[in-house]
């Protein structure tokens, strides 16, 4: 808001395209860059600060007073405490597990549903359909205590089945999914057809190799969403071996009291993976907010 | 919505309209179902299944003990509605989404202006604005709970710094709601952003050209072009923030304790959680889900029928 506000009249009787072209700077501009700017260091200051707080020494981190942002002495006591504990390691080992499972079986069962209700005709489809896109609407949290009576009668509590299978029912995936299946032209499928190519041959070779980006957003949304859930495993997983990370690092970091260091240094190691893979997918995961955001 | 399931898309590029006709019947044939079989068990097992068992188990005396089940009727639902506490805890998070509803939405708004204005730096802007949506949530409470800290804590230094406060302010006492609802601000916003810079990036350029021939100022062109033009993503967002609000759970639970005044039954998903697994008391925990359900249903119905309608 402030940006456009701020860009001066006097700028405005030439069109902005122009402008851009002869490249100006106009102070609209600047002042737009340094807000920005200002804004996007601000919002990395918990960040940085957690990254400078775990590499000092306990001393110094519990002291506080005055703030220093580069440690006086720096320190990996904080890390290699943690790496010699061992249950971080575990955690992470969890949560890739668990991840890896909802989305191969996310993935997996929500395009050959989607294919499904895109291509296929048969009794009871829009029934079927009707009442998975109503699931849609379903907040998981108000299931949980039903859900946990299901999964304890299952005998999956604290194993890796009980803690993924929950998390793979994700009807709005199906929507997308479907919605992008149909929207792809059936010319494509026609050659296949002739050839004597069965639904599952064009689905796997005609439909997926068209469906690049979107099994992308799915898949990375999935990953994200599992990688962070935290009511559900923090139900199902009581035994801290069987725990994800997001779980681990609340329940039971969080009891080993006021180490700062090697909090802070937890925290840091906790948000590497998947600042990796955002990093990594930067890309796909900014144009997947739009698809799967459904803001399109 | 069941129309669609006939894509006019195919009807479209069938390239003989009779053909398509004469191959209909020939296509509806059982193989579809096992297409769907798979996720539609799933779904059935961890989502359906649950919801009937919940409703049932709300008119019983289930317990976590496993002791026999036997109906009780409407006491359940007549206790519920009594109970004092269970509505405190519906309060505080109805306060707690109208609390950070508003910053989320409108900030998110504001930092998309900016990046969609300042395109060369939309790397790292997108990079430090959404980054921390991807981190676990207990990451993000832990380093906030040591910002907030009294001694040796980031914001109340800088704050006595500034004179806003003493020595031994501590935020995160005086106004807890306040400190969850901060944490939440720079933990979630990073997805509103991207869901209004998406948005942005689809407004043709030669819209704004047409407003500067007018001269129109840019306070003018974001109020008659870009704001309409938005009116879509923004009510998605309103409702996508409501909905999330009001599932709050994770960041209170994780930052009630630590030294803060936040009582830990004050949201309602905790208040059911304890119900059920402190209290044991399954059935009573299963009338109050479905209280929190009728509410979000509520807002979610309004989301369902925006969907359907970019469907059309």
Known sequence: MTAVQTRPPASESEPRTIARKRGRITVGTALVYFAAFFLAVLWLVPFLWALSTSFKTETEASLGQPIHWIPETWSVEGYRVLFERGDHLAWMINSTVVSTIVTVLTLGLCVLAAYGFSRLDFPGKKVIYAVILAGIMIPPQALIIPLFDVVSALKMVDTYWGLALPQVVAPVMIFILKRFFDAIPRDYEEAAKLDGAGHLRILWSVILPLSGPILAAVGIFTFIGSWNNFLWPLLVANDPSIMTLPVGLGVVAGGYGLFYAQNMAAAILGALPLLIVFMLFQKQIVKGVAGVGLSR | ?312
């Open chain 2, 1 to 312: 919505m069941t129309t669609d399931t006939e894509t006019p898309a195919a009807a479209s590029t069938a390239k003989q309209p009779p053909s398509r006709a004469a191959r209909a019947p020939k296509r509806r044939s059982w193989l579809g179902l096992w297409f769907v079989l798979p996720f539609t068990a799933v779904y059935a097992v961890f989502l359906l299944w649950p919801m009937i068992l919940g409703l049932y188990y709300s008119f019983t005396d289930k317990s976590l003990t496993g002791r026999p089940v036997t109906w009780i009727g409407l006491e359940n639902w007549a206790e519920a509605f009594g109970d004092a506490k269970a509505w405190d805890s519906l309060w505080n998070t109805a306060w707690f989404t109208i609390l950070s509803t508003p910053p989320l939405v409108i900030l998110g708004l504001a930092f998309a202006l900016l990046a969609h204005r300042a395109r060369k730096m939309g790397w790292f802007l997108r990079l430090s604005f959404f980054a921390p949506f991807v981190i676990p949530v207990s990451v993000v409470t832990m380093i906030w709970v040591w910002m907030y800290q009294p001694a040796g804590g980031l914001i109340n230094h800088y704050l006595g710094e500034w004179g806003l406060g003493g020595d031994r302010l501590w935020v995160f006492q005086e106004d807890a709601m306040g400190s969850v609802v901060i944490t939440t601000v720079w933990w979630t916003l990073g997805f509103n952003f991207l869901l209004y810079l998406a948005a942005l990036q689809t407004i043709p350029t030669e819209v704004y050209e047409a407003a500067d021939i007018d001269g129109a100022n840019p306070l003018q062109k974001l109020w008659s072009i870009t704001l309409p033009l938005l009116k879509r993503t923004t009510a998605l967002v309103i409702v996508l923030q409501l909905i999330n609000s009001l599932r709050i759970f994770d960041q209170y639970y994780l930052m009630a304790g630590g030294g803060s005044n936040l009582s830990p039954e004050n949201v309602f998903i905790q208040y059911i959680y304890n119900a059920g697994f402190v209290g044991f008391r399954v059935g009573y925990a299963s009338a109050l889900s479905y209280i929190l359900f009728v509410f979000i249903l509520i807002v979610a119905l309004v989301q369902f029928r925006l969907l359907s309608r970019k469907e059309d």
